[in-house]
């Protein structure tokens, strides 16, 4: 696909466009395998000699200078399809090698991605509220949940999290105030286009809630009726967050939704790099699943931590 833009949002944090003509049919909870350098063989790449059961000589510069070979994850942030075209949004954080590269990306770069990869948030028929509680560079599939959220017609609020103000990778609408005592408002752009109220919370207090993105949704589900029966969370994040807000989810017999983050090499099942352990009825009581086809979506309560 194409680029469309590229353009930085916060501190380390950019939003990407991609455009073009047909993309299969995605899901909020998915994500595509981004190759992240210029497609094809590069200058300065040889072929790499095997002799008859030896070792290849590594010396091409794919191989010697860390080159970023393997695709990378990344979650779609949101899709629109139009009569001839479907651009897909891609939420990322510069953490090394391949996202370095992303940055530099121009309008009209050519980018290969692999995808849709991975299983599904399912969106609950019969609860009427959720929560979607993303950190860091876990909010870009809340932003894509959102959109599904309002289709089904589900009264949702957004949960963002970030170390501080200038690490959130979102925009924030002018003129909202984020409160700091937890309640909702339209305070977040990417989540107001579709109705959804947020609540931001930020380490060190420097916007909305001061602590951890989990105290406020606390908060909000001890202020429903009904818990249980009304509300379904979703989360994707750092691990102790998405843990933090699976354990409050439990103790108040609440669905949660967790989408899991591994190392990944191939994206879809074969290298088993992905591993994460799971509830099972096997006699040890557990058994190891792939976050790439069998998540990265798990039910919170099979999740061994
Ligand atoms: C299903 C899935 C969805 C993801 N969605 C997003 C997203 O929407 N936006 C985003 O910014 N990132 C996302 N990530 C994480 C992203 O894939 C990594 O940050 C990226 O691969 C780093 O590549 P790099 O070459 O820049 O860094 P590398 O040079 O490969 O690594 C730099 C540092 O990042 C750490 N790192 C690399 N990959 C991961 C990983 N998968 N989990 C935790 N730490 C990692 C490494 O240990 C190292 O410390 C997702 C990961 C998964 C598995
Ligand atoms: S990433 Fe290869 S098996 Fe999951």
């Excluded at 990306?105 to 399912?122: D, Q």
Aim: glycine share 12%; with cysteine; proline share 6%.
């Amino acid at each position: 696909m194409k680029v469309l833009s590229n353009r930085q949002l916060c501190r380390g944090h950019y939003f990407l466009r991609l455009g073009g003509r047909k993309f299969p049919e995605t899901k909020p909870g998915q994500f595509v395998q981004l190759q992240c350098r210029v497609p094809g063989p590069q200058a300065g790449w040889t072929e790499v000699a095997v002799s008859d059961g030896g070792w290849p000589e590594l010396t091409g510069r794919e191989l010697t200078q860390g080159e970023p070979i393997l695709r990378r994850p990344l979650s779609l942030a949101g899709r629109r399809d139009t009569e001839f075209d479907v651009e897909l949004d891609i939420i990322y954080s510069v953490v090394g090698k391949g996202t370095e590269w992303l940055a530099t990306a121009r309008e009209h770069a050519e980018i290969s991605l692999l995808g849709p990869l991975g299983n599904v948030f399912a969106v609950s028929g019969d609860k009427p509220r959720a929560a979607l509680v993303g950190g860091g560079v876990g909010i870009p599939p809340m932003i894509y949940l959102a959109s599904a959220m309002q289709t089904a017609g589900k009264d949702a609020v957004a949960f963002c999290g970030a170390r501080s103000a200038d690490m959130l990778p979102v925009t924030l609408a002018p003129g909202v105030e984020a409160a700091a005592d937890g309640r909702p408002s339209a305070s977040i752009s990417q989540f107001g286009q579709f109705g959804v109220d947020s609540v931001i919370a930020t380490d060190d207090g420097s916007l909305g809630w001061k602590g951890f993105v989990s105290e406020p949704l606390a908060v909000w589900l001890d202020g429903l009726a009904n818990p249980a029966d009304d509300a379904v969370v979703y989360t994707c994040g750092p691990e102790p967050m998405m843990r933090a807000v699976a354990e409050i989810c439990i103790e108040r017999g609440v669905a949660c939704q967790v989408s899991l983050e591994r190392h990944m090499a191939c994206g879809m099942g074969t290298c088993q790099s992905c591993v994460c352990k799971t509830r099972s009825e096997a006699e040890e009581g557990w058994s190891y699943k792939l976050c790439c086809t069998d998540g990265p979506v798990f039910d919170a309560s099979q999740i061994i931590w």
